[in-house]
């Protein structure tokens, strides 16, 4: 398949950049749209909806971000704390603009599995269905974070 010059300009903005310096892609070396799609699909055999996820995530960061670096219970056993970061950075989408930096880091204290939310994070999913790519820093699993957030 023919890739178009945005395309490629497209790919270079989800490697690693100045903003970004590990990528959007990480490890992963599929096609973004058989990434989005294989994300997707296992959303939806989750039984939620990408907006319904996005709703949750959104919800937990705010939380996060409002609590001043406390951590906090989001149900028995997962909690958040945010770590608060200084900057903006854009997004790898041409027109999606620039996202405060930090992160909410939500943890489920029995396995020690967490989940990295940012403000860029949830734009990416809600707006292109993007988790990131297996392997990056920031990528937000779908199964992990339905069943962190209880959502299924």
Same mark, same amino acid.
């Given at each position: 398949?023919?890739?178009?010059?945005?395309?490629?300009?497209?790919? @270079?903005?989800?490697?690693?950049?100045?903003?970004?310096?590990? +990528?959007?892609?990480?490890?992963?070396?599929?096609?973004?749209?058989?990434? &989005? @799609?294989?994300?997707?699909?296992?959303?939806?055999?989750?039984?939620v909806?990408?907006?319904?996820l &996005? /709703?949750?995530?959104?919800?937990?960061?705010?939380?996060?971000?409002? @609590?001043? +670096?406390?951590?906090?219970?989001?149900?028995? +056993?997962?909690?958040? &704390?945010?770590?608060?970061?200084?900057?903006?950075?854009?997004?790898?989408?041409?027109?999606?603009?620039?996202?405060?930096k930090?992160?909410? #880091? #939500?943890?489920?204290?029995?396995?020690?599995?967490?989940?990295?939310?940012?403000?860029?994070?949830?734009?990416?999913?809600?707006?292109?269905?993007?988790?990131?790519?297996? +392997?990056? /820093?920031?990528?937000?699993?779908?199964?992990?974070? #339905?069943?962190?957030? #209880?959502?299924?």
């Amino acid at each position: 398949m023919k890739h178009s010059p945005s395309d490629h300009h497209l790919n @270079a903005r989800l490697g690693p950049t100045k903003f970004a310096a590990d +990528g959007f892609l990480g490890t992963d070396t599929r096609p973004l749209d058989e990434i &989005v @799609a294989a994300d997707l699909r296992t959303l939806a055999s989750s039984g939620v909806t990408k907006e319904s996820l &996005v /709703t949750a995530l959104r919800d937990t960061y705010t939380k996060a971000r409002d @609590a001043l +670096g406390a951590e906090i219970e989001i149900r028995p +056993g997962v909690t958040t &704390v945010f770590h608060e970061s200084m900057g903006r950075i854009p997004s790898p989408f041409r027109g999606d603009g620039v996202f405060a930096k930090g992160e909410a #880091v #939500v943890t489920d204290t029995e396995t020690g599995r967490q989940l990295r939310i940012t403000a860029l994070g949830i734009s990416l999913i809600e707006k292109h269905g993007f988790f990131q790519g297996l +392997g990056s /820093t920031f990528r937000i699993e779908p199964e992990a974070a #339905v069943q962190m957030l #209880v959502l299924a």
